[in-house]
């Protein structure tokens, strides 16, 4: 068997002592430590084809299911899902390709396929 893993999308962690790694293909997200040492690696049926990677100044992790619709929020570790945020069904979501945070609005901003912009009020 043949293991293709292609990087996706990459986000560091605010004390950069981790990088997040998403792939595509692979449905997988990887967590490594600063000097390249795998911490945690992360599937989900929920994360189908992650699309969307951001950790917030906080250090809480985001990331987009693209055919899985979703947006969910992982343990800083990266080994598991702590909460699904949104959906197709409860929020609207579909094929989402990027996510991330704003302090200013204490808002999740997911953009989708279409061109079409998602705006969650968190508290």
């Known amino acids: 068997m043949l293991l293709c893993f292609v990087v996706d999308r990459c986000a560091v962690s605010p004390t950069g002592d981790r990088l997040y790694i998403t792939s595509y293909w692979e449905h997988t997200l990887l967590t490594l430590a600063r000097d390249g040492t795998l911490l945690a690696t ?4 929920a994360l189908d084809s992650p699309s969307g990677l951001y950790v917030t100044p906080a250090g809480q992790v985001l990331v ?3 055919w899985s619709n979703t947006v969910l929020q992982v ?15 409860r929020g609207g979501v579909r094929r989402p390709e990027s996510v991330c945070y704003s302090n200013t609005t204490s808002s999740i901003i997911v953009g989708q396929w279409d061109d079409n912009i998602l705006v ?3 508290e």
Do not use: H, I, N
Not at 42 to 45: A, E, G, R
Not at 75 to 89: D, F, H, M, P
């Open 75 to 89: 343990y800083r570790e990266g080994s598991r899902k702590l909460v699904t945020l949104a959906t197709q069904e």
């Open 120 to 122: 969650f009020r968190v």
């Open 64 to 66: 987009c299911g693209y």
């Open 42 to 45: 992360y599937t989900d049926p």
